[in-house]
């Protein structure tokens, strides 16, 4: 069965400091993998789409196929990036989202 | 992206009564869905809206429990019936056939407290 596995509940970093917030996923076929972030008392918004590769307020993520993974990476935390993340994977030939469990990050000054 | 809206934002309940949430875009979308997202935990897809026939639910999920309407590709209704405090979650619409098409795009959810 499809799944995305996010192993973190809970990160906390430093202003400045690198971070990763890990993503694994499980599926058989073409994946397309996403990030989403909650702010607090904001809706669930896209971050990144790993279709696009692009660099989102700092943010980057690489599909690494071989590791079935979607890790997330920011080379200096920011406390504005304090937030809640969710992993999310389509399936090919589907519009439906699977999501991680999420992880919490927070960023202290 | 597209403005998406939900009423009510949030409520509080009785056991056994229903509640209908509504889901507004301002702009016509190609799929409609609805998630939940219980206590703590991550978002479940209910099911997907399909304009003018029967959703399509994910396995757990039933009609006679979570009746819902897309009478156009601007509005969805979802009902949770015969509410238990288990029901007690944040709804979510979303939607997605605007671009980048490959994008899902969410409304900001309503609060159900069932006691």
């Known amino acids: 069965a499809q799944r995305v596995t996010q192993p973190e509940k809970l990160l906390s970093v430093f202003k400045g400091a690198p971070v990763e917030l890990k993503c694994n996923y499980s599926?058989?076929?073409?994946?397309?993998l996403f990030w989403y972030v909650q702010y607090s008392r904001q809706r669930l918004q896209l971050l990144l789409r790993?279709?696009s590769r692009e660099s989102i307020k700092g943010f980057t993520a690489d599909l690494n196929k071989g590791e079935t993974s979607f890790h997330l990476k920011k080379p200096f935390a920011q406390e504005e990036d304090s937030a809640m993340y969710y992993c999310?994977?389509?399936?090919?030939?589907?519009?439906?989202?699977?999501f991680g469990k999420g992880t919490k990050l927070t960023v202290n000054p | 992206s597209a403005v998406i809206s939900q009423k009510p934002s949030r409520d509080i309940c009785q056991r056994g009564t229903s509640l209908t949430i509504q889901c507004q875009v301002d702009?016509?979308?190609?799929?409609m869905f609805w998630y939940r997202q219980q206590p703590g935990q991550s978002l479940t897809l209910i099911a997907t809206?399909?304009?003018?026939?029967?959703?399509?639910?994910e396995s757990g999920f039933v009609i006679d429990k979570f009746p819902i309407s897309r009478p156009n590709l601007t509005f969805s209704t979802l009902t949770v019936s015969n509410m238990s405090p288990e029901d007690s979650s944040i709804y979510l619409c979303?939607?997605?056939?605007?671009?980048?098409?490959?994008?899902?795009?969410f409304g900001p959810g309503t609060r159900l407290t069932v006691l």
């Open positions: 979303s939607v997605a056939g605007i671009y980048p098409t490959d994008t899902q795009y």
């Open positions: 599926y058989s076929g073409s994946p397309e």
């Open positions: 790993h279709i």
């Open positions: 999310a994977l389509k399936m090919g030939g589907s519009e439906k989202l699977v």
């Open positions: 702009s016509q979308v190609t799929m």
């Open positions: 809206a399909n304009q003018g026939s029967e959703a399509t639910y």
